[in-house]
Nanobody, 115 residues
């Protein structure tokens, strides 16, 4: 059973940066396409970024040029570097396979962007 544990969130001012990490409890290597998702208060959980098994990436339009997804297959860890953060990026961030597997959701990590 694979589980993902997200970390690295926090409170940051607009324009600041954070780097999120997602560690898999099982060895996933390059087995899955992996993605970051986020859920803002009162909203549905939405796709943010994906990294395919071959390394190709894609992003939600509103984060293109600001966020970078990467993976370390040897460590079974996914990262999300977030720069120039905006208040509208405030949400709980989750990682999961893509498409998402309902059994793999973790607790997420809170990102709050506020002055």
């Amino acid at each position: 059973q694979v589980q993902f544990v997200e970390s690295g969130g926090g409170l940051v001012q607009p324009g600041g940066s954070l780097k999120l990490s997602c560690a898999a409890s099982g060895v996933i290597g390059n087995l899955y396409n992996m993605a970051w998702y986020r859920q803002a208060p009162g909203k549905s959980r939405d796709f943010v970024a994906i990294i395919y098994r071959g390394g190709t990436t894609n992003y939600l339009d509103s984060v293109k040029g600001r966020f970078t997804i990467s993976r370390d297959n040897a460590k079974s860890t996914i990262y999300l570097q977030m720069n120039n953060l905006k208040p509208e990026d405030t949400a709980v961030y989750y990682c999961n396979a893509y498409p998402a597997n309902a059994d793999y959701w973790g607790q997420g990590t809170q990102v709050s962007v506020s002055s």
